[in-house]
Antibody
Framework: EVQLLESGGGLVQPGGSLRLSCAAS????????MSWVRQAPGKGLEWVSG????????YYADSVKGRFTISRDNSKNTLDLQMDSLRADDTGVYYC?????????WGQGALVTVSS | QTVVTQEPSLTVSPGGTVTLTCASS?????????SNWFQQKPGQAPRALIY???NKHSWTPARFSGSLLGGKAALTLSGVQPEDEAEYYC?????????FGGGTKLTVL
């Protein structure tokens, strides 16, 4: 059974940093690209970032480019998202997602709140 | 900035058929956009329905189908059930970056 378990969410002040992690199990993690998707309260889905399976090439939405960094550790089956210079409009639920071109499984999400 | 547009809302009767569409501001949607479709119900994480334009996941009900229609990606529900009431999102691939549509709220009434 595929499982994606996000951790690291919480309350942070504007300008602060937070690191999200996703523990993956139930599939060969190193064989799949991975993504982060977020959803602001009451709003739609926004693709945030993706990383390829082997070369680790990374891609970002314009809204987070230069502030967020995606990374993966294929030896530990983990996916991370380092979020710096956080703003109020970064508030939302962040989902760890299996795949980039073709998406199948989603985690339950981690809530990030950016507020003073 | 690329914008992906969906109908904000649609209403369908139980047992009916409805088509949701997904348009790209860059031009016609093609198989190269690898369109994906997702269903989200209140308080839940999204669930994948369709990938690469018209491929179903093992859990996708047979009444859901994906296609390209008039330069847009399309999701058709045939024989709509009350439990299909939900928000539906499309996702398009742009050679690295991905962009979601704004979502369609489907009401079954």
């Amino acid at each position: 059974e595929v499982q994606l378990l996000e951790s690291g969410g919480g309350l942070v002040q504007p300008g602060g940093s937070l690191r999200l992690s996703c523990a993956a199990s139930g599939f060969t993690f190193s064989s799949y690209a991975m993504s982060w998707v977020r959803q602001a309260p009451g709003k739609g889905l926004e693709w945030v970032s993706g990383i390829t399976e082997i070369t680790g090439s990374t891609y970002y939405a314009d809204s987070v480019k230069g502030r967020f960094t995606i990374s993966r550790d294929n030896s530990k089956n983990t996916l991370d998202l380092q979020m710096d210079s956080l703003r109020a409009d970064d508030t939302g639920v962040y989902y760890c997602v299996k795949g980039t071109q073709n998406v199948d499984f989603w985690g339950q999400g981690a809530l990030v709140t950016v507020s003073s | 900035q690329t914008v992906v547009t969906q109908e904000p809302s649609l209403t369908v009767s139980p047992g009916g058929t409805v088509t949701l569409t997904c348009a790209s501001s860059t031009g016609p949607v093609t198989i190269g956009h690898h369109s994906n479709w997702f269903q989200q119900k209140p308080g839940q994480a999204p669930r994948a329905l369709i990938y690469s334009t018209n491929n179903k996941h093992s859990w996708t009900p047979a009444r859901f189908s994906g296609s390209l229609l008039g330069g847009k990606a399309a999701l058709t529900l045939s024989g709509v059930q009350p439990e299909d009431e939900a928000e539906y999102y499309c996702l398009l691939y742009y050679g690295g970056a991905r962009v979601f549509g704004g979502g369609t709220k489907l009401t079954v009434l």
